[in-house]
């Protein structure tokens, strides 16, 4: 028999209508959930392609990858949509968009795109503890960036899947280790979700050991009075600018005017056109 679910003295309860309702209020309350991309195995594939493919034109343009390492930066295909127009999809996936919506409101932009490219038995940076806002010690009552990591192969422990540090997107420093080492979760995933979770939720990637590239490509979408990684809609070179969501989403719309007139002329030529 099911056990009644009943309350004591409790006077405010939380509703969900949707599983989108249940997912916001898992990342508001623990930091972390996972939803389904819709990808097909044929969409991940090409993903793995172009990834490599970015990837390797990037250390080329570097003067080689020891470089990359050098600056702790190896392994990461940065800005993949301002290389390849297929990435734009994974920005405006409906299920991602209305579950961000439902965290950030109306108005929010992506600040980064990048291919995390987990390579078998090679140490890389993301396998420390960090948060995707860098260096901030501070919480906030809602969220003011949202991470959305696409797992392109399977996240499991053996191909080093996230671990994430529940509840920690709410305390301004690293607890201590002992906490951390008795609370810490890896977030096993399949190939085509979503790993979406507080940018501010302390979180790491494991150590592959599965002898395969463990691919994933996280975005981190945010309040738009936060800077981009990368300026987007110069990267792009006004490309999709003519979509309404994709123009707000990229940051045509939040991107620094040089001019009052400039910053009055952005508004008004986003005006409807008059009638008659």
């Known amino acids: 028999m099911e056990r009644a679910f009943t309350y004591h003295g409790v006077r ?42 970015i990837y390797a ?3 080329r343009e570097c003067g080689g990858e020891e470089n990359l390492f050098r600056i702790n930066d190896a392994c990461i295909g940065r800005c993949a949509l ?19 919506t439902k965290l950030l409101g109306d108005n929010f932009i992506l600040m980064s795109q990048n291919a995390i490219i987990n390579q078998a038995d090679r140490k890389h940076y993301q396998v420390t503890w960090h948060r995707d806002l860098n260096y901030q ?26 671990t994430v540090l529940p509840a920690s997107h709410k305390v301004e420093a690293f607890p201590s280790r002992q906490l951390v080492e008795k609370h810490e979760r890896i977030v096993e995933a399949p190939a085509g979700s979503i ?45 999709f600018q003519d979509d309404p969501l994709l123009r707000r989403l990229l940051g045509y719309e939040s991107d620094p005017a040089n001019s009052p007139y400039l910053w009055r002329k952005q508004r008004i030529d986003r005006l409807p056109a008059k009638a008659g």
């Open 82 to 100: 301002g290389c390849d127009d297929y990435f734009v999809r994974l920005v405006s996936n409906a299920n991602l968009i209305g579950l961000l």
């Open 12 to 53: 405010e309860i939380h509703h969900n209508d949707t599983a989108a309702d249940l997912a916001a209020e898992e990342i508001r309350n623990i930091g972390y959930t996972v939803i389904d991309s819709g990808l097909s195995s044929e969409d991940l594939q090409v993903i793995r392609e172009k990834s490599e493919a």
């Open 57 to 59: 034109r990037q250390v």
């Open 195 to 239: 790993i979406v979770f507080d940018a501010m939720l302390f979180h790491r990637s494991g150590y592959n050991s599965s002898g395969k590239t463990r691919l994933g490509i996280n975005h981190i979408f945010t309040l738009p009075f936060i800077k981009q990684q990368i300026n987007l809609p110069a990267a792009l070179g006004g490309k």
């Open 137 to 162: 010690h501070f919480v906030c009552s809602r969220p003011i960036a949202v991470s959305a990591l696409y797992c392109i192969d399977d996240f499991t422990e053996r191909t080093g899947a996230t």
